[in-house]
Nanobody, 115 residues
């Protein structure tokens, strides 16, 4: 079982930056994929970015060039640097990981971008 704890959300003006962090703990041998999803009110949960243990990344088209995902494998932590934030980025951001064949979700952290 993996526990994920997110931090770093908050309120920021359009054009600003935030950095999200997510630390994994629990019983697992290794974490294959870590990533971030987001869910705006009344909308489905969508992929933001993922990163494998080898460093391969994948981004949603809407965040390419603005967001950067990275991870510290030694600390089982994933980061999401968000720059040039827009009001449309407002959502609850969820950390996600796959350890073995099991997926786990964090509780979510609110990101609000004001215009």
């Amino acid at each position: 079982q993996v526990q994920l704890v997110e931090s770093g959300g908050g309120l920021v003006q359009a054009g600003g930056s935030l950095r999200l962090s997510c630390a994994a703990s629990g019983s697992f041998l290794s974490i294959n994929v870590m990533g971030w999803y987001r869910q705006a009110p009344g909308k489905q949960r969508d992929l933001v970015a993922t990163i494998t243990s080898g460093g391969s990344t994948n981004y949603a088209d809407s965040v390419k060039g603005r967001f950067t995902i990275s991870r510290d494998n030694a600390k089982n932590t994933v980061f999401l640097q968000m720059n040039s934030l827009k009001p449309d980025d407002t959502a609850v951001y969820y950390c996600y990981c796959i350890a073995g064949i099991l997926g786990s979700w964090g509780q979510g952290t609110q990101v609000t971008v004001s215009s």
